[in-house]
């Protein structure tokens, strides 16, 4: 059974940073890409970063550049997102999301997400 469980989240001022984890089970995480997105309330589901399987390739959505950085480490099947000078913009719900493959992102299956909120 696929599951894939996010942490990390919660209130950060302006500026402030947070680091979210997923910690997945039930594949061989190494074999798929990995995608990060978000949902605010009302909003269609958005990509925000993705990583290889192999750690090969990265990808960011142009909001978050030079903010956020995605990592994974295959020996413990997990992903995080390191987010950096935080705004209000981001906050909203953050999801993890497998891949169809190594090089191919996919944003199902994914978790039930971790709530970040950007508040002074």
Known sequence: ???LVESGGG???????LRLSCATSGF????Y??????????????????????????????????RFTISRDNDKST??????????????????ARGKNSFTYGLSPRGQGTQV????
């Open 11 to 17: 209130l950060a001022q302006p500026g402030g940073s």
């Open 1 to 3: 059974q696929v599951q």
């Open 33 to 66: 890409a990995m995608s990060w997105a978000r949902q605010a309330p009302g909003k269609g589901l958005e990509w925000v970063s993705g990583i290889y399987g192999d750690s090969s390739g990265t990808y960011y959505t142009d909001s978050v550049k030079g």
């Open 79 to 96: 992903l995080y997102l390191q987010m950096n000078s935080l705004n209000a913009e981001d906050t909203t719900l953050y999801f993890c």
């Open 117 to 120: 909120t950007v508040s002074s």
């Open 28 to 31: 061989t995480f190494s074999r």
